[in-house]
């Protein structure tokens, strides 16, 4: 898969106005990917529109708003497939992370967005606001160490090969370090709490867009939400990942990621129907519809920005 489509693959999974958790959603492939992975941070970093934990990673954390993909999108200016670009990029982030003041205002950064993502955890675990701050510090600190970790550029096998290592190394610490501030009850939930936390997010957005309506989202209609945003979103990411491995590459826009996105909101409303009362599925129709016309008009400004880059890349090249 090449960069540029791990990029925009990303992009479509990232949480609701979170553009960090697109670093996050790719984890599973570590181990192919493990270079790549910078880019993404690369663009996380440079949107900040919220950030979230990377070892809390989710395997289908919703999609992206379309204010998120719009940061995304100016982030993207930049030519997706110059190496130049890239090195540039890498080289600047590594020396930021270098930097105590700059490491410093990313841990608060990350800090703040763990607290808000996980905010429903200490209820779940059942935590004192004590035990609840250790966590979310923990969770900060490992997220931090990772970013900076991700950093490194292998530039051989036995490079690639240490720096797997590394990562595989971070991860044991780090979970053994959960261990020692949490029971064996309380990480099993953990555990289950990453597995759902994007698509929490997703249906406490649908709980939002709801509230203000006459027919709020029940108590007892969240665990049915959940289950069926979660099979969605995790179906969403197979197709995409499919569909990548057939070889299609990017072009600098994001509509395929939307019509996948698109598909996966239509299949939630259908599945919806059991659970949601007619006026509850209104609602959320015209949400999703409001997030189809938002996405679709910034996949043509995209498009448009893309097309001149390349023009301007191509005139600077003639003179």
């Known amino acids: 898969m090449r ?9 479509l999974l990232a949480s609701s106005g979170s553009a960090l958790w ?44 379309p204010e998120a993909r719009t940061t995304i999108a100016v982030a993207q200016m930049a030519p997706a497939n110059s190496p130049a670009s890239q090195d540039d990029i890498d080289t600047r982030q590594r020396r ?5 003041e700059y490491l410093k205002a990313l841990r608060v950064q990350h800090r703040q967005s763990i607290e808000f993502q ?24 490992q997220s931090v160490d990772s970013a900076v970790l991700q950093w490194q550029r292998p530039a051989t096998k036995e490079e690639s090969r240490a720096f ?3 990562m595989e190394e971070r991860d044991r610490n780090a979970e053994a370090e959960l261990e020692m501030l949490l029971d064996a009850p309380s990480m099993t939930r953990l ?8 698509s929490r997010m997703e249906v406490n957005r649908l709980r939002s867009e709801l509230s203000g309506g006459a027919e709020p989202l029940r108590d007892d209609q969240f665990d049915p939400m959940l289950g069926i945003v979660v099979a969605e979103q995790q179906r969403m990411h197979r197709e995409l990942q499919d569909y990548y491995a057939t070889g299609p590459t990017a072009d600098g826009t994001n509509s395929i990621q939307t019509e996948f996105l698109i598909a996966a909101n239509q299949r939630i409303v259908e599945s919806a129907k059991s659970i949601l009362t007619k006026a509850q599925l209104t609602a ?18 995209t498009r448009i920005q893309f097309e001149e880059m390349k023009r ?8």
């Open 3 to 11: 960069r540029s489509n791990i990029v925009l693959l990303a992009a």
């Open 22 to 65: 697109m670093w996050q959603q790719l984890r599973a492939e570590r181990d192919a990917n493990s270079v790549l992975r910078g880019r993404l941070t690369a663009l996380a970093q440079h949107s900040m529109t919220a950030t979230a934990p990377l070892e809390a990673a989710a395997p289908a954390p919703p999609a992206a708003t």
């Open 96 to 100: 930021l992370l270098k930097d105590p």
């Open 118 to 141: 996980f905010r429903q955890l200490a209820e779940i675990l059942k935590l004192t606001p004590e035990k609840s701050a250790a966590l979310f510090d923990l969770l900060a600190d």
């Open 164 to 166: 797997r290592s590394a």
């Open 191 to 198: 555990r289950e709490f990453r597995e759902t936390v994007g």
């Open 284 to 301: 959320i129709e015209d949400l999703y519809r409001r997030q189809r016309t938002q996405m679709e008009a910034q996949d043509t400004m």
């Open 312 to 319: 301007s890349k191509g005139e600077a090249g003639g003179s």
